[in-house]
Each structure stands twice: as C-alpha cells, then as structure tokens.
C-alpha cells in the first residue's frame, strides 16, 4: 500500500456520462497529481493541486476538471464522456517540488 | 517541446541475464530524472538521479546520469522473473511540479 488511496478502481460508463474519480494523498503530502495512461501511451499530466490551488495544467481537455479540498484530497472530473477517454487515471501525491511522488494504483475508467 | 524516449521499447530475456535500459531527454531547466518500475498497476519509485556519474544502487539495480550527453541507464544483473515489467523514465523541469514520462520499456523474463 502506497498510502495514495483511488477510488473507485474500475469504472464502466457510457458515452456522453460525467464521473468522479477521488484520490487521498499520503498522509502529509500537499500536492495531487492527476495523471492519464492510455494505451500505448506513456503517463500524461493532467494537472496539479498543491494545499487546495491549482498549480500546474498539462494536456487536460476542458471536459475535464479537478479540485482539491481543504482536507487535501482531490477529485478528478470527466464529463460528456468519450471512447477515447478509456484509459487508466493514477493519482500521485508529493511533499512538496523534488521530493519525487507517489502514485495510487489508479482507476480504470473504461468507455463504452 | 519537452520529450523523453526510452529504448528499447520492448525485451525479453531470461532470468540470470544483464539487461540495460534507456533513457534520453530533451527538457529545458532540467532538475531530475526518475525511473519507475510498473507492474500491474501504480508506478513505483526506483530511483531519483540529479548529478551526473553517480550511480545509485539498490540491490541488483543500478542506475547512472549523464548530463552532457542528456541521457540516463538503468541496469538490471541477474534479472528475475519477478522483474518483468514495464519501466518508465520520467524528467522533471525546474519551476514546474510535472513529470513528463517516456512510454517505457516492457521487460519480460522467462524462466
């Protein structure tokens, strides 16, 4: 156990559907990193929380949205859902810059 | 554009074999290298290197930087069928918090 906690792990929806994927982080980490593993694709960054304020924005579609709230734990929105978007989502989590990160063991969210 | 490429993209071997991953980046204000092992699910942290020619060691896993030449190995001896899996290198700008990661290398050791 990593101490970055994903729920759910799996996800079965259908196109044009909007849902939640949640993450906690290690116990003291402040920063959430939300990142996408398709297939045949590396890790792709989403986007970054650290202590409840978006710090970093990587290649995240505007469907998509994130936040971090005050107890530190995020959520990762997906609204009108694609096929495209069936891909394995990792949480990671983070001291702070430098530290290196720690990755829950994802949801996989698959399409249909 | 920042990018990190991994080779090979795949391997198979078998067990008591040496292999040797690659890593090379091409990242403005670099400030560290990761690798990753991934087996069934979550990345887990192998190794981070800052400085260049000092290798860091874990067991039967080793793993060197070179920032010259922009690339990083890592090294596996008397690979076990417990090391299948993919490995990933990931960069890490300065003034950013993101990693950016390579697709990996898929390993596969066989009895």
């Known amino acids: 156990d990593s101490g970055v906690t994903q729920t759910p792990k799996h996800l079965i929806t259908a196109t044009g559907q909007r849902v939640t994927l949640r993450c906690s982080p290690r116990s003291g980490d402040l920063s959430v990193y939300w990142y996408q593993q398709s297939l045949d694709q590396g890790l792709q960054f989403l986007i970054q929380?650290?202590?409840?304020?978006?710090?970093a924005k990587g290649n995240i579609l505007e469907r998509f949205s994130a936040q971090q709230f005050p107890d530190l734990h995020s959520e990762l929105n997906l609204s009108s859902l694609e096929l495209g978007d069936s891909a394995l989502y990792f949480c990671?989590?983070?001291?702070?810059?430098?530290?290196?990160?720690?990755f829950g063991s994802g949801t996989r969210l698959t399409v249909v | 554009e920042d990018k990190v490429v991994q080779s090979p993209l795949s391997l198979v071997v078998h067990e008591g074999d040496t292999v040797t991953l690659n890593c090379s980046y091409e990242?403005?204000?670099?400030?560290?290298l990761l690798w990753y092992k991934q087996e069934k699910k979550a990345p887990t942290f192998l190794f981070m290197l800052t400085s260049s020619g000092i290798e860091k060691k874990s067991g039967r896993l080793s793993s060197i930087l070179d920032k010259k030449e922009l690339f990083s190995i890592l090294n596996i001896t008397a690979t076990q069928t417990g090391d299948s899996a993919v490995y990933l290198c990931?960069?890490?700008?300065?003034?950013?918090?993101?990693?950016?990661f390579g697709t990996g290398t898929r390993l596969q050791v066989f009895p």
């Open positions: 990931a960069v890490e700008p300065h003034n950013t918090d993101k990693l950016i």
């Open positions: 990671a989590s983070s001291v702070g810059t430098g530290f290196g990160y720690t």
């Open positions: 990242v403005t204000n670099f400030r560290s």
């Open positions: 929380y650290y202590n409840g304020e978006e710090r």
